[in-house]
Structures are given as structure tokens and as C-alpha cells.
């Protein structure tokens, strides 16, 4: 495993840091390093007093980041704080419902802060949470706003922290598979839909719902309208028996005007004969008025009689003129029902001239529908491509089956080059690690003694010019194999020939002190190696007999060097006879010093030299105290670096092995991808000529759906002619029944009987009839008339309203193309990614749209099918048929093909290999990692407490280790290189 490149580290115990030193609350300009971030990618995620953290800062890179910890260290709290400072709600996280909750335990405010990506200017969103009372206080930029604000610049960088499919934390994961099929169509929509796509989806919805009120509507009102032509007829069998009732009642008045009349003509014959009677009299009185006195008092009596008679007149004259008044208005009623005939025959005319607009466009989409029938008639006329597309679909299942193979064994190669660039990456480190080392050395002997340093740069560029072996000061060529013993060899050997140069022959060593000290004026010191080796030199006794002492090494035996060098010292500081003993050897030292054979010998921290008098044997020993070493202490293992060397020209040479190999698989590969984009654009071909007859079928049917609609919504003329003629009998025959009236009236008492006796009874006669219709006033006619008014707006709100629905179903239909088309095209990229991985897993998915009725938008779904095992067959993803790891792949390999579709700025998806086995595990590991760490991919978080050995890892990612305990470090006391050189001589000890 790479080690990580960054860290995470946090910790239960440490002290809580003003807000003001958090972090900048003011946005930055993008730098050149996070233009590789995609626009509202996160850069850094900010935690105090927030769950498990006091305190610490999480760096993010811009595509893959695998945030590993063991459990409880706080992975999850960072997924947390990025749900929550993008103003996601807590119920998304299932953790606590209350946002307070989120604030660690025994504080009373928590903060967090996000950085996201803009070109422009980053956006950072701060939130400070306030555990009593779940309230938060958040800031844009550094400036005060509310909750909505945030919410607004969240969604115009389409981050959606509520969409499964964008943000899968732990608690959610298992309900990835539980999602319905229109659940997880809509996530889909928003997370990787054009722009649009969801909105369409949406308008769609509401618009069906819309039809569905509007088609209601129409039949309540067509209902309704029914019912009320059903009223009507039964008030139009009312008003026939109201009429029939009114012609006896008028028959009545008329009896009644005339019975005045006839007692008037009564009167006034028998006035007339009065008057006859007395213009006789008043005759015979001129004669007989003399002579006949008596006759005057009858005619005084007969005068008597004529006054009343004249009072009955003037009486009869005033019935007349009110039989006269009658007559007029019936006049004018005549009148009106003239008007109202001229109206119906109006309306008459307008509908002949709808009608007549109505058969145009009968005719018009009739046309229409006879040239489509051409032109589908001359798509008919060629072959069926039907088998071409089967032939071409089975090619084409054969070239995936090929490319699976080829990218399985692409996989397989480039797995085993990720493992060896990742072993040759860690020898190189290694290697380059003991080169620090070397530079190390050089630099603490460059501020010692600069001319010896420049001497060493001088030699470098200038080894051509000597004929033997010339060595670089000891204290650059010696390496000790363990640095305990680095005091003993700088006590030991001086300063001087520390920093000598080691010339194999005389003449060189000439030539370099001529050039060196005379030319570049440079002091510097330079030694030669004995003629003859010595460095192989036996001591003169063997450690074993000293092992008494304490004493278990010798000083030659503690570090490597060039035979020269070795040779030099072993011949000038006896280095193979300078035994190196412990605290036993310093207790009993006094007993050591007498052994005649120990000349200098070193304890854990004194150096003894021992000397014999020559003249008097006198023994006198001189010790001193081993001084810490300041330049030998860096050791290089000699053998280790060849090995390493070594190692790293068998990398590169089976690297270039499997290179070739690899260009090999790619050629074949590319050989199919050639024949998969020609078999692809053939298909498509075929399935616009095949879509083409589809097209056309579909346009028919429309356009015949709308003929039938204009033909059923059609004007029926000769109905409404046969209506108006109707209603103008109809209304005649009112007018016949006034000007009836008005004959009656006028011309009428002339045949009615002409005898009061006759007249009271054909009275009589009349209103026993009459009394025969009870209930039956001028109600029932303004209530019939009421009803016809009715049934005529109807029927013009129920045309409007059909139209209206047609128009709108039109409009829904081509609302529906701007939906479904790219939907499914969608769909077929996700399904192309989705299978292709399941392919590599060498396990079979699919994805495709769900549909029970065409028109139901609200049922659409997407329906995943997956198939684990060889025998079995492909079945729908749930939370029954799948085991726990089955689902964990699906929805990982889901979401991995919605990465491909790159449209939000990042995803979340945690602890999501829990339950995985570890083959299915190793493969989808290897496809998140190759399609994750793409260019201009989305930023993705993978959240786990463990991973597999031996995964194969790029550059591209970035490793967030997290890590918690009472004893850690401050997120910015931690150094990585110390970490690293810790673990790295553990190792070598432990080796």
C-alpha cells in the first residue's frame, strides 16, 4: 500500500481554540494548484467541538478520497459536517434528529466550515451550532445570512445533499436498494439529468394530473348536461300543458268580455226599440199631448227608464276599450316574436359559417393523414431490418464479451503495473532516502570544513582525470551498520583523517594536491592506502575469548567501507584489534587493563588506552569519555542500497515486459472498438429507419386521434337545421297562438254564443277544464325557457373545454419528447457504464426505464437487474433477493456510472464495502479507483474502516487517514516526514 499523502489527525483531550483562529472566514482566489477542482468540488472542511473532534482541518484533493480510520475514530463526523454545513437536513444523516446533537459532548456551541470551489472566487459556508437551542448562526463569506441564502448558492452548484445518489451517508446505504423505482428515477434525474430533465418530468406530472381534472370536468359537464336536457324535456311537457291550459283561460276571458257585450247589444236593441217607441210617442204626444194627458206620464216613465240604460252603455263601452287594450299588446308580443325568429335564424347562419371552418380542417388533417400514409406506405416498401438489428445486437453481445476478456486481462496487467510502479515508487524512496542521508553527511561536512567540501565537488566533476581509485573523505565513505556505534569511530579516528581524501596511487594523490591546493588554493588533507591490503586482517585474538569481559565485537566489525579505506584503517588505527565492550566490561575493568594483549579498548561511554613502560614495564592507562558523534551517525546500509538498485532493474524491466504486453491488448482492443463503433453506427442506422416507420405510425395515430376528435366535435348542420326550423315552429306557433288570440279577441266574440244563457254555459264548460290543470302557472315557461338557455351555453362550454383538451394533450406530447428522448439516452449511457462494470466483475447488471402506462408520468421508474452467480438470472435489485455485499456492488457500480456522467460537483458514499466478499470487493475497489481518478472528474469521498492488501493505487488519490486517542497530536503539530522515518526504522529494526 502507497503511503498516504495526507493525514488527518484529531484528538479527545486537547484545548479548544478561539474561534478567530479557526480559519479565514473571507474567500480566496483559486490558485493554480485547485484548477484541477471541478466547480463546487470541497477544499477544505473545518471542525471544532463537532462530535469526536475538538478540533482539525481536512484537506480534500480533487478526485478520489479514501478516508480510512478504524471505527469510532470519526470518519462518519466528517461526512456529518458536509451534509451539515451545506444545509442539509440532520434527518439525512439518521444520526440526531436535533442539529444540536451534533456539538461534542460537554460544549456548548459547535462550528463548522466548508470551502467549496468557484471560479472566481471560493465559497465558504460557515455554521455555528448552539446545542441548547438547536439553533445555528450561519455566514456567506464572512457576512451574516440565513439558512435560505445558503440554500440558494448550494443549488446554483447543484449540489444535492438530500439526492441518495449524490450523498450516500452510513446509516443511508441500505436504503439505497430499498429506493422505489420512481425514487430512484428522480434522484437519477437531479444528480446526473440535463439541466431540465427532472423539471420536464415534473411538468409532465402536474400536466397529467391537469388532463385527468380537465377530462373529469368534461364528463360532469356532459353529465350534467344530459340530466339537464332530461329537466327540460319535462318542462317542455309542462309549458304544452301550461298553453293548453291559457287557451281555456283565454277562451274564459273572452266569454267573460263578451257576456257584458251581448247584455250590451241587449240593452241597446231594446234601447233602440225604446227609442223608436218613444219618437212615436213624442209623435203621437204633439198630436194627442193636448188630448191625451195621460199619455204624458208614460212617456215621463218610459225617459225614467232610458237613464240606466245609458249608464249600462257607458259601462259595456269601457269593456270594449279594454278588449281593445288586449288587442295591442297581443300586437306587440307579435312584434317580439318577430325579432326573436330573425335572432334564430342568425344564429342559424353562424353555425353554417362554423360548420364550414370545421370541415376545412376535417379536410385539412385528412390530407395530412393521406400524405404520412404515402410516405410510411414507401417506408413500408423497404426490406425489414429486423433481422439485420438481431444479427447486429449479436455481434455486438460477442464484442462485449471480447472486450470483457480484454479488459479483463488489461485490468489483470494493469493491476500488476499499478503494483510494480507502486514497488518501484517505494524503492526509488528508499533509495532516495539514503541519498538524503549522503547529502546530510555532505552538508554537516560543508559547515565544518568548507574547503574539503568544494574539494569533493571538484573531485566528482574531475575523476577522469585520475588512473586508480581515489575515495571521498572517510567520514562520506564510511557507514556504519548501526549508528550506536558511530561515538566509538569519531573518538577514534581524528577529525583530520575524517576529512582526508583516499588515493589508491601516489601519483594521483600528487596530481590532486597539485590541483586542488595549489590551483584552487583549497585546504584540504589527503591519505594513501597500504601497497599491500590490510583490511582483511585477522585479530590477534578471537572475540569469543573476550566475551568473559563484556567485550563483543570489534570496532572494524561495526561499519562498511571501500577495501582501501578499510585498509588504511586497519593499518593506521588497528580498527580489527580494538575490541568494544558493555557496563560488564567498565565493572570489571581494573582486571581487563592487566590483559598484556589490549592496547585500546573502548566500554559503553570511556575509551582506555593502555601503555608499557619499555624500560620499566610500568603499566599506565589513560581513559577518556566517548563524546556523542556528530557525523557518523547517518548510516547507509551499503548492501541494501545494491539491493535496492538491483531491485529496481528488475521492476523496470518487467514493467517494460508488461508495457508491451499492453500495447499488444490495447491494439486488440482497439481493433474492437473499431468494429463496435461501426456495428453501433449500422444499429443506429437501422434503428432510425426501423424508429423512422414508428414515427410515422405514431403521427397517424395522432393525427387520425384528432380527426376523430374534430369529426365527433363536428357541427351536425342538418340537425341544427332541423333545430332552428324547430324552434322557429316553435315560436310560430306562439305567434300563431297570439295572433289567435287577437282574431279571437277581434273577430272571436263572433263565435261565441250570442245569448247570455248560452254564454254561462260554455263559461261553465271552460272553467271546468280549466280546473283540470292545478299547479300550472307562467313559471313552467320561463323555467323551460331557462332550461334551453342552459342546454345551448353547455353545449358551447363543452366544445371550448374539448378543444382546450385536445390542444393541451398536444402540447403534453411534445412536452413528453422533450422528456423521454433524453431520458433515454441517459438511461442507455448509465446502462452501457453499469453493465461494462459488471462485466469486470465478471458478473452480468442492467439498468433500463420502468413503465406500467404510457401516460402515467408519476409511475416512470428506473428498475435495475443484477446477476452475482453464473446459474442464476439477472433479478431485480431489492432488499430481499440481493445479500447485503450483493447490494453494497450494485450501488456502488451505480453510482460509479453516474460518476462517468460527471454532472455534480462531488460524491459521498460511506462505508458502502461493508459485507462485500473479497474478491467483489478487490474489483469494485478497482473500478472506483479508475473512474474516480479520471480528468475533470467528480471529487468523490469513499468512507472505510479497512481495505484490502495489495489494492492497486494512483497518484490521482488522495489518502485521508484518520486517527483519535487522548495522547494524539494537533492537527497542525503533525509531520509527516517524522511519522515516515519512524516507521521506516521500526521496520528495519524489526527486520
Known amino acids: 500500500m502507497e503511503i498516504p499523502r495526507k493525514k488527518i489527525r484529531s484528538s479527545h483531550g486537547e484545548q479548544s481554540l478561539p474561534a ?51 471505527n469510532g475514530t470519526g470518519k462518519s463526523s466528517i461526512v456529518c459536517a458536509i451534509c451539515l454545513s451545506l444545509a442539509g437536513k440532520a434527518t439525512v444523516l439518521e444520526r440526531d434528529d436535533k442539529v444540536g446533537g451534533y456539538v461534542k459532548k460537554g460544549c456548548n456551541q459547535g462550528f463548522i466550515e466548508i470551502e467549496l470551489f468557484k471560479n472566481g472566487g471560493n465559497i465558504i459556508i460557515n455554521r455555528e451550532i448552539h446545542a441548547k437551542t438547536n439553533q445555528s448562526v450561519w455566514r456567506l463569506n464572512g457576512k451574516t445570512c440565513n439558512q435560505k441564502t445558503v440554500e440558494e448558492e448550494i443549488k446554483a452548484l447543484q449540489i444535492q445533499v438530500n439526492n441518495l445518489c449524490q450523498f450516500l451517508p452510513q446509516e443511508k446505504v441500505g436504503q439505497f436498494a430499498k429506493m422505489s423505482k420512481i425514487e430512484l428515477l428522480e434522484a437519477t434525474e437531479k444528480s446526473v439529468g440535463p439541466p431540465k430533465l427532472y423539471e420536464y418530468h415534473c411538468e409532465l406530472k402536474n400536466s397529467r394530473v391537469k388532463d385527468r381534472e380537465m377530462e373529469n370536468v368534461i364528463k360532469e359537464r356532459t353529465s350534467y348536461l344530459e340530466k339537464t336536457k332530461q329537466r ?95 288587442c295591442k299588446e297581443k300586437q306587440d308580443q307579435l312584434d317580439r316574436i318577430h325579432k326573436q325568429i330573425e335572432d334564430i335564424k342568425q344564429a342559424f347562419k353562424m353555425k353554417q359559417t362554423e360548420e364550414d371552418d370545421q370541415r376545412k380542417r376535417i379536410e385539412n388533417v385528412k390530407l395530412l393523414i393521406k400524405d404520412l400514409e404515402v410516405v410510411l406506405a414507401e417506408a413500408g416498401n423497404q426490406p425489414d431490418v429486423t433481422p439485420r438489428i438481431s444479427e447486429v445486437n449479436a455481434e455486438l453481445r460477442n464484442i462485449q464479451l471480447e472486450r470483457g476478456k480484454v479488459e479483463e486481462e488489461k485490468a489483470d496487467l494493469r493491476r500488476e503495473k ?89 601519483d594521483d594523490l600528487d596530481k590532486f594536491m597539485t590541483e586542488v591546493r595549489e590551483n584552487l588554493k583549497l585546504r584540504v588533507n589527503a591519505i594513501i592506502a597500504p601497497a599491500e591490503t590490510c583490511s582483511r586482517a585477522s585479530p590477534s585474538r578471537h572475540i569469543e575469548s573476550l566475551r568473559r569481559f563484556g567485550f563483543f565485537t570489534y570496532l572494524r566489525e561495526t561499519f562498511d567501507a571501500p577495501d582501501e579505506v578499510m585498509s588504511y584503517l586497519c593499518y593506521q588505527y588497528k580498527v580489527h584489534e580494538i575490541p568494544i565492550g558493555n557496563e560488564q566490561t567498565e565493572a570489571m575493568i581494573k582486571t581487563v587493563i592487566e590483559e598484556p594483549y589490549l592496547k585500546v579498548l573502548y566500554t559503553t561511554d570511556q575509551k582506555y588506552t593502555v601503555k608499557k613502560s619499555f624500560y620499566s614495564n610500568i603499566v599506565s592507562t589513560k581513559n577518556t569519555t566517548v563524546y556523542p558523534p556528530r557525523y557518523l551517525s547517518i548510516t547507509v546500509d551499503a548492501e541494501q542500497k545494491r539491493q535496492l538498485e538491483q531491485q529496481m532493474k528488475v521492476c523496470q524491466s518487467r514493467l517494460q515486459g508488461i508495457d508491451e504486453q499492453l500495447n499488444s491488448v490495447q491494439k486488440e482492443a482497439a481493433v474492437l472498438d473499431r468494429r463496435d463503433n461501426e456495428l453501433l453506427t449500422e444499429k443506429k442506422s437501422l434503428l432510425e429507419l426501423k424508429g423512422k416507420r414508428r414515427q410515422l405510425e405514431q403521427k397517424i395515430s395522432t393525427k387520425q386521434d384528432r380527426l376523430r376528435q374534430l369529426e365527433q366535435s363536428s357541427i351536425d348542420l342538418k340537425k341544427i337545421e332541423a333545430e332552428t326550423k324547430e324552434k322557429i315552429i316553435a315560436v310560430n306557433s306562439k305567434k300563431t297562438s297570439i295572433v289567435t288570440a287577437m282574431l279571437a279577441q277581434m273577430k272571436a266574440f263572433s263565435k261565441l254564443p250570442d245569448t247570455l244563457d248560452e254564454l254561462d254555459a260554455m263559461l261553465n264548460e271552460e272553467r271546468t277544464r280549466a280546473d283540470c290543470f292545478p299547479r300550472l302557472s307562467q313559471k313552467v315557461v320561463e323555467e323551460c325557457s331557462k332550461r334551453e338557455k342552459e342546454i345551448k351555453e353547455l353545449e358551447h362550454e363543452l366544445a371550448e373545454k374539448n378543444d382546450a383538451l385536445i390542444a393541451f394533450r398536444q402540447r403534453m406530447s411534445q412536452a413528453k419528447e422533450n422528456w423521454l428522448n433524453p431520458l433515454k439516452e441517459l438511461l442507455e449511457q448509465i446502462n452501457e457504464k453499469f ?25 416512470y421508474g428506473i428498475n435495475i437487474r443484477v446477476k452475482f452467480h453464473e446459474s442464476s438470472q439477472l433479478h431485480e435489485l431489492t432488499q430481499f433477493h440481493q445479500s447485503g455485499g450483493e447490494r453494497s456492488v450494485s450501488t456502488m457500480l451505480y453510482l460509479m456510472a453516474l460518476q462517468e456522467l460527471n454532472r455534480c460537483p462531488f460524491r459521498v458514499v460511506d462505508e458502502i464495502n461493508q459485507g462485500m466478499d473479497p474478491i467483489n470487493e478487490r474489483r469494485a475497489f478497482d473500478i472506483l479507483v479508475r473512474t474516480a481518478c479520471k480528468e475533470r472528474t467528480s471529487q468523490y469521498f469513499f468512507i472505510t474502516p479497512k481495505l484490502l492488501k495489495n489494492l492497486s493505487y494512483v497518484e490521482e488519490m488522495t489518502v485521508l487517514c484518520v486517527q483519535n486517542g487522548p495522547h494524539m497530536l494537533r492537527s497542525n503539530e503533525w509531520d509527516n516526514r517524522v511519522f515516515l522515518q519512524l516507521c521506516h526504522r521500526k521496520k528495519e529494526a524489526q527486520a
Open 20 to 70: 478567530s483562529g479557526v480559519t479565514s472566514s473571507q474567500p480566496r482566489e483559486a490558485n493554480k494548484a485547485e484548477s484541477t477542482f471541478v466547480e463546487g468540488a470541497v477544499l477544505r472542511i473545518t471542525m471544532k467541538n463537532f462530535l469526536t473532534y475538538d478540533y482539525t482541518v481536512v484537506h480534500p484533493g480533487p478526485n478520489l478520497n479514501m478516508v480510512i480510520g478504524a
Open 232 to 326: 327540460y324535456e319535462t318542462n317542455k311537457l309542462d309549458e304544452k300543458r301550461y298553453y293548453e291550459k291559457k287557451r281555456h283561460l283565454d277562451v274564459i276571458e273572452l266569454l267573460e268580455k263578451k257576456t257584458p257585450w251581448v247584455e250590451y247589444e241587449t240593452t241597446r236593441e231594446k234601447l233602440e226599440c225604446v227609442k223608436k217607441e218613444r219618437d212615436q210617442a213624442r209623435r203621437q204626444l204633439a198630436v194627442l199631448k193636448q188630448s191625451h194627458a195621460p199619455m204624458l206620464s208614460k212617456l215621463q216613465a218610459i225617459e225614467e227608464q232610458l237613464k240606466p240604460s245609458d249608464a249600462q252603455m257607458k259601462e259595456k263601452s269601457a269593456a270594449i276599450k279594454d278588449a281593445s287594450l288586449k
Open 418 to 506: 499499478d503494483n510494480l510502479s507502486a514497488e518501484l515508487r517505494m524503492l526509488e524512496k528508499k533509495l532516495n532516502d539514503m541519498n538524503n542521508m549522503m547529502i546530510v553527511k555532505e552538508e554537516k561536512l560543508r559547515g565544518r570544513h568548507r574547503d574539503t567540501y568544494s574539494a569533493v565537488q571538484w573531485l566528482r566533476q574531475n575523476r577522469h582525470l585520475f588512473s586508480g581509485n581515489v575515495y571521498e573523505p572517510l567520514m562520506l565513505v564510511i557507514n556504519m551498520k548501526d549508528n550506536r556505534f558511530a561515538k566509538y569511530m569519531e573518538n577514534h579516528i581524528s577529525f583530520n583523517d575524517l576529512r582526508a581524501f583516499v588515493f589508491q596511487k601516489k
Open 835 to 859: 453493465s461494462e462494470f459488471f462485466r469486470v466483475m465478471k458478473c452480468a447488471g442492467e439498468v433500463d426505464l420502468h413503465v406500467d402506462h404510457e401516460d402515467e408520468y408519476d409511475k
